[in-house]
């Protein structure tokens, strides 16, 4: 991993990122292996689990030579794959829950943890890991407290990601500006004035409707986007945060949300829209491969000069509570997680790997692995990281919310302080769901 931490001290306080091609986590994969009962048995003793996941092509394939491995060391253990892209892989979960049939490991994320903890679809751990078939020793960066909720561990990280800007590296040296640790929310828009002045276009795609950057802006100021069970602000909170984008979107510093929508699914930052976008840093990796510039990771602007609000999200594995091999669900998580070869084959696709044993397993060798590398290691020696805010359940169907109800506002189509309380409305609702 000398190579991640020589980038870091080469970038100084700056942008770190020359992205070069991988996989979108949620990037799209038609889905295969219909789900049809659960982890099974034979007369040999040899058990099926189902694995699930969602992501790209790339993720896939690399996932699949995981299992080969795993087989190999556990050949009374078979794994049935099912995987698919984001959106449909959470619609047929949500279904195979219902049904009490999801598969026996599986892909998770923070905003789905309470959600189907509350229903009682997920495993707690811990007596495993008592057992001895899961190790939850050496993890990074205190990133195994992201799957424990009151006192259950009911996810495993495989990987852990922040928050970051993507610039477009060309159009910032064009404009004369640059992107330096600490530098406020004025001092970004300053600099994003600039880009629009000297190149005309937009500085930025959109930033006002991403939930999880709001949720930064807020930890900066004292308060969060979630409680353990409500919203950690107020709508007039959220209506200022709305006025201000929507002033940034007809005064052009923001990308016209119908040109944006009509470059879908390409980013209008790597259309050439605007010059930022805000995303998680391991997301990063798209940007090259459907773009035209050179692009780069630079730090969240922040409120007092310091404070960035961020912490380290993650994937994680989590179990079905009803799975008929909880042993043997158990060794192949302790695998995912903890086998160097697996590191070397995962790489940094689902975010820098969670544990010392694959992280130092790997030491990534194209300039975009290495830039998230050096990202995340610089955010952390900043001393800024704090611990994850909580996330209730119904927060998966208020992300979705907060994206579709801000681009109605980017689009003119809803007033910010209409759209704060059709927020609040739904969140609400969600919570009680």
Not at 22 to 36: H, I
Not at 134 to 155: P, T
Not at 235 to 259: H, N
Request: hydrophobic content about 40%; overall charge negative; some cysteine.
């Amino acid at each position: 991993m000398q190579q991640g931490r020589d980038a870091g001290k080469r970038t100084g306080r700056r942008t770190i990122l020359k992205a070069a091609g991988a996989s979108l986590a949620v990037a799209g994969l038609g889905a295969t292996a219909t789900a049809c009962g659960g982890g099974s048995g034979s007369g040999d003793g040899t058990v099926t689990i189902r694995y699930a996941w969602w992501g790209g092509e790339p993720r896939t394939i690399a996932i699949r030579k995981t299992i080969e491995l795993f087989e190999k060391k556990y050949p009374k253990i078979k794994i049935k794959p099912e995987f698919t892209d984001y959106e449909a892989f959470w619609e047929k979960f949500q279904t195979q829950a219902s049904g009490g049939n999801p598969p026996d490991v599986f892909q998770n994320a923070v905003g789905f943890l309470r959600k189907y903890d509350k229903r009682g679809v997920l495993l707690d751990l811990k007596a495993q890991a008592d057992a001895g078939n899961l190790s939850l020793d050496n993890f990074r960066n205190g990133v195994l407290a992201n799957g424990q909720v009151d006192g259950k561990q009911i996810a495993v990280p495989v990987g852990a990601n922040t928050m970051a800007l993507v610039i477009d590296l060309k159009a910032f040296r064009k404009a004369g500006v640059e992107a330096e640790f600490g530098w406020t929310w004025d001092e970004y828009f300053d600099a994003l004035q600039k880009i629009q002045d000297k190149l005309k276009i937009a500085g930025d795609t959109g930033y006002f409707s991403i939930m999880y950057l709001y949720d930064l802006y807020l930890r900066q100021n004292g308060k969060a986007f979630f409680t353990d069970t409500d919203l950690g602000f107020t709508e007039d909170d959220l209506t200022q945060w709305w006025e201000d984008g929507y002033k940034r979107v007809r005064s052009g510093l923001v990308a016209d949300p119908k040109k944006v929508e009509q470059v879908k699914p390409k980013s209008a930052l790597s259309a050439g829209l605007a010059a930022s976008e805000f995303t998680w840093d391991n997301f990063s990796i798209r940007y090259e491969g459907e773009g035209e510039s050179d692009y780069g990771l630079a730090p969240i602007p922040t409120t007092d000069g310091r404070n960035t609000g961020q912490y380290l999200g993650s994937l994680m594995l989590s179990a079905f509570s009803g799975t008929k091999h909880p042993k043997e669900v158990a060794q192949f998580i302790d695998f995912m997680v903890h086998d160097p070869e697996v590191g070397t084959i995962m790489g940094y696709d689902r975010g820098i790997l969670a544990t010392t044993e694959q992280y130092e397993a790997f030491t990534p060798a194209d300039a975009n692995n290495k830039g998230v590398a050096a990202y995340e290691e610089e955010v952390a020696e900043a001393g800024v990281l704090g611990r994850i805010t909580p996330h209730p359940s119904g927060a998966d169907v208020i992300e979705a919310a907060f994206l579709r109800i801000g681009g109605e506002v980017a689009q003119g189509r809803t007033k910010p302080a209409d759209a704060a309380k059709a927020l609040f409305s739904e969140a609400k609702a969600a919570f009680a769901g």
